[in-house]
């Protein structure tokens, strides 16, 4: 099939052509460039069997209030250009994906997980932005599935890549308490679960795309240090992560205990559904 992977340039969308190639699709990767003008993005979707919208500034830099409005406009904006374009067409793709984040859920601990039957919001920013984010793609057509992503695990991109340093030198230790919960995925169950979307096409709505075992973020960089050999080190103090990443320390402390309920009673199965099976696969190959 045709595909076109909109902010199909970086870590996740580098995998997932990568994969879709392979499996023998016509694959177009496109940056924002894609957004400059609806004309150019309606040129662009004429004739795409599978339209992927992954378009969003990097959540995990240093905020300020610019940079903040940057996150809502390269997410927000571009899905409702896209709407726009794809309202133009007179033969519309056979199916878009959409992505989303799920710090859309109301922060809990580890132990008592949310899914999709969750209809709470978490008080944030980070709240207001999946909302804001997903609202915007329930205007696309037709009806996307829309996926939920945890923390992204891959050796060459994501959080991990930012992590690895400083576990390798013996340095890694909790964030604050540590006992914020850590939902996360891996890179090639990411893949997977797209692969999975494109040979189910009927399915549209909301589906998380997390391993289906949450830990508190102590215990994931325990594991870490375990599979690099090194040691689990002292835990980065409050005042030292305000100082160093503003704002956006947030992303770090959210505690986020999130299920992919749906998406494993749909018959889908993880490869790598614990941190031990991930980080050593990651890490040892």
Not at 93 to 109: M, N, T
Request: charged share 20%.
């Amino acid at each position: 099939m045709n595909l076109l992977i909109l902010g199909g340039t970086g870590f996740i969308g580098r995998h997932l052509a990568k994969a879709l190639r392979d499996d023998g699709h016509n694959v177009i990767q496109m940056g924002r460039s894609a957004y400059n003008c609806i004309e150019n993005l309606t040129q662009l979707l004429k004739a795409q069997d599978i339209v992927i919208q992954m378009s969003g500034a990097n959540i995990g830099q240093r905020w300020n209030e610019a940079y903040k409005q940057s996150l809502f406009t390269s997410r927000i904006d571009t899905t409702e250009l896209l709407a726009q374009a794809l309202a133009k067409l007179e033969t519309p793709p056979k199916q878009v994906i959409a992505i989303s984040a799920i710090g859309i859920y109301p922060q809990r601990p580890c132990g008592q997980p949310v899914d999709e039957s969750c209809e709470q919001v978490d008080e944030s920013f980070l709240g207001e932005l999946g909302q804001a984010w997903e609202r915007a793609s329930q205007k696309l057509t037709p009806q996307p599935l829309i996926m939920r992503f945890g923390v992204v695990l891959g050796k060459d991109g994501g959080a991990l890549k930012k992590m690895l340093p400083a576990f390798r030198l013996g340095l890694g230790g909790p964030i604050v308490t540590g006992e914020q919960c850590f939902s996360w995925v891996h890179i090639d169950d990411v893949v997977a679960a797209f692969r999975w979307a494109i040979q189910h096409p009927e399915h549209q709505g909301a589906i998380n795309v997390t391993a289906p075992h949450p830990l508190s973020q102590k215990e994931f960089g325990r594991t870490l240090a375990k599979v690099l050999r090194r040691p689990f080190g002292l835990p980065m103090p409050e005042k030292l992560l305000n100082w160093l990443f503003g704002e956006s320390a947030q992303v770090l402390t959210h505690s986020s205990c999130v299920i992919p309920t749906r998406l494993e009673k749909l018959g889908f199965k993880f490869q790598y559904p614990d941190a031990q099976s991930a980080l050593t696969q990651i890490l040892r190959r």
